[in-house]
């Protein structure tokens, strides 16, 4: 970033709630996967109500509530015992009722806030409202025609709205990270990015160093990659910085971001900008929550991210760091609570976090799937883990056994007897290989001999060449120095 100039960032997030049933009718809100291709899944899932028809009346689907206040709790919210909902009126083709039921001046939650963690450490990032709402529908360009499909229509959504508090995109991708955690242990999300289950508006500005009036925000629409948001808020900071620079002023608008081309474009402007023209749902009643009900949410509420982050430190003897990548997501927290309770406690679980921060994410990143829908099982990394540390595999090994569980899922012990990777331990095996590397490399056998320790590794480095990397390295050290000096 410019040195002069400091960015403002606020999140609004859309988190579908994993909800049986639409907000406002019996419809299925999620369409089960076996429909959701061919044109037959088309409006399949609706009914008069969530299609907008004159004279139906919507009723309030109560676990949309329910999950409504346990993101409230887990998000440290003041939940409004009273609230009500708003109909915010748009003309839209996806929208055949010219308005969707949302919440505007008296929203379920309010003032809660989320830890966050970055290089620069930790921080807090105010929440300022969570409100409940339903989902339009999805318009389908052809050429020369469109096609609405209401399947999405009346799905319920949470909105989460955070202040305007981060300052780097690399917060924002914290925050989104953060939250996204909290929906998917809690599991009123399904957490499914790529259908737009939890996507994402980005408000960003820049102003001079030190400021304390913002500068005029741009808002970039449905973001729905924590990758696409960073890049997103970078590409946008650089361009405002450059418009304030070049003696222009930035203008508020709406944009979109091009992911191919890693730009963001102008949708539309302010004084396009519509007029929602709030008012008091006539259609329902004001919403009033028992407090015994919440307590009783509270207390039912599962470990969440925090919590488990904590205990994962103070229990484990984990790194702040480590904790933090085991606890991201609810699937990778699940698998490295297990591989834990298979080693049978706290002795192993540095090495058992090493190899699930390491090795592990990199093969479920790179395939850009949850450890879940992987072949790997807490088991494997058990396996290997123990198998390391008694000196059976060297880690080479162990990671060429990784492989190979990722791609066939098969028991670590199998394939370490199939494709001979145990280590090489034995006195008897690796004494010939060693006396052999001597004889052929007789001038570096003299340097060292003659007080050039560095040469130790060298020697080292050709056993293991010649024993194909199994030889056990720590072993090896001492039987090298031995023989060269005896
Ligand atoms: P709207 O619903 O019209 O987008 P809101 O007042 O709900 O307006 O604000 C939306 C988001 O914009 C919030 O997350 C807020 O923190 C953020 N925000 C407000 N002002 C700024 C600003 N100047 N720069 C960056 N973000 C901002
Ligand atoms: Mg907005
Ligand atoms: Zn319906």
């Given at each position: ?22 907000i ?11 429909q ?5 899944a ?6 008069p109500v969530c299609a907008g ?9 109560q ?6 206040i ?8 003041k939940?409004?015992?009273k609230?009500?909902?708003?109909r915010?009126?748009?003309f839209y083709?996806?929208l ?8 505007f001046?008296?929203?379920?939650c ?49 909105e ?8 780097t ?7 989104l ?7 998917t242990?809690l ?42 948001v960073?890049k ?5 900071i650089?361009r405002?910085?450059?418009v ?17 081309k ?6 539309r ?7 929602y023209?709030y ?7 004001p919403l009033e929550i028992?407090e ?10 599962p ?12 229990d484990?003897?984990?790194?702040p ?6 606890t ?8 490295f609570?297990r ?13 058992a976090?090493?190899?699930v ?5 990199r093969?479920?990143?790179e ?6 829908q992987s072949?790997i ?14 000196q059976?595999?060297?880690?080479t090994g ?13 028991a ?28 052929n490399?007789?001038k570096?056998?003299?340097e060292?001999?003659?007080?050039k ?7 080292v ?26």
């Amino acid at each position: 970033m410019h040195p002069e100039f400091e960015a403002v960032i606020g999140l609004e997030v859309h988190c579908q709630l994993a909800t049986e049933s639409k907000i406002f009718c019996s419809c299925r809100a999620r369409v089960p996967a076996e429909q959701s291709v061919g044109e037959m899944a088309v409006n399949l899932n609706t009914c008069p109500v969530c299609a907008g028809h004159p004279g139906t009346l919507p009723v309030l689907n109560q676990k949309v509530v329910e999950y409504a206040i346990q993101a409230g709790l887990a998000t440290h919210s003041k939940i409004n015992l009273k609230n009500r909902f708003a109909r915010k009126n748009y003309f839209y083709p996806d929208l055949p009722k010219g308005y969707q039921i949302s919440q505007f001046e008296l929203p379920i939650c309010e003032n809660g806030w989320l830890n966050i963690e970055t290089d620069a450490g930790q921080r807090r990032i105010q929440i300022q409202r969570i409100h409940m709402e339903e989902d339009a529908g999805k318009n389908v360009h052809m050429a020369g025609f469109s096609l609405v499909n209401l399947n999405r229509a009346g799905v319920p959504l949470i909105e989460i709205v955070s202040g305007p508090d981060m300052k780097t995109s690399e917060e924002a991708g914290a925050y989104l990270r953060a939250l996204y955690a909290v929906v998917t242990y809690l599991g009123i999300c399904d957490g499914n990015l790529q259908e737009g289950n939890f996507r994402c508006d980005a408000n960003v500005s820049v102003m001079p160093k030190g400021s304390t009036r913002f500068g005029t925000r741009a808002e970039i629409k449905n973001v729905n990659s924590f990758r696409f948001v960073e890049k997103a808020i970078d590409y946008e900071i650089a361009r405002q910085i450059e418009v304030v620079r070049s003696g222009g002023r930035v203008i508020q608008e709406t944009r979109t971001y091009d992911s191919d081309k890693d730009i963001t474009i102008s949708m539309r402007s302010k004084e396009e900008a519509q007029d929602y023209r709030y008012f008091t749902e006539p259609d329902l009643i004001p919403l009033e929550i028992d407090e015994a009900w919440v307590q009783k949410i509270a207390s039912n509420l599962p470990e969440l991210p925090e919590q488990k982050k904590t205990r994962l430190i103070s229990d484990l003897g984990l790194s702040p760091y480590d904790a933090g990548v085991l606890t991201g997501t609810k699937s990778l927290a699940e698998f490295f609570d297990r591989v834990v309770q298979i080693l049978g406690g706290s002795a192993l679980a540095k090495p058992a976090a090493n190899w699930v921060t390491g090795e592990v994410s990199r093969l479920i990143n790179e395939a850009g799937i949850e450890i879940h829908q992987s072949k790997i099982r807490p088991e494997h990394i058990a396996d290997l883990v123990r198998l390391v540390h008694d000196q059976v595999l060297s880690s080479t090994g162990a990671k060429q056994v990784l492989a190979l569980v990722w791609t066939s899922g098969d028991a670590v012990q199998v394939i370490v007897d199939r494709e001979g990777l145990k280590q090489v331990s034995d006195v008897g095996a690796l004494d010939p290989v060693i006396q052999k590397v001597i004889e052929n490399n007789p001038k570096q056998a003299a340097e060292f001999r003659a007080g050039k320790d560095k040469l130790l590794g060298f020697f080292v480095g050709q056993v293991m060449k010649e024993t194909g990397g199994k030889a056990n390295p720590g072993l090896l050290g001492e039987l090298v120095k031995k023989k060269l000096l005896g």
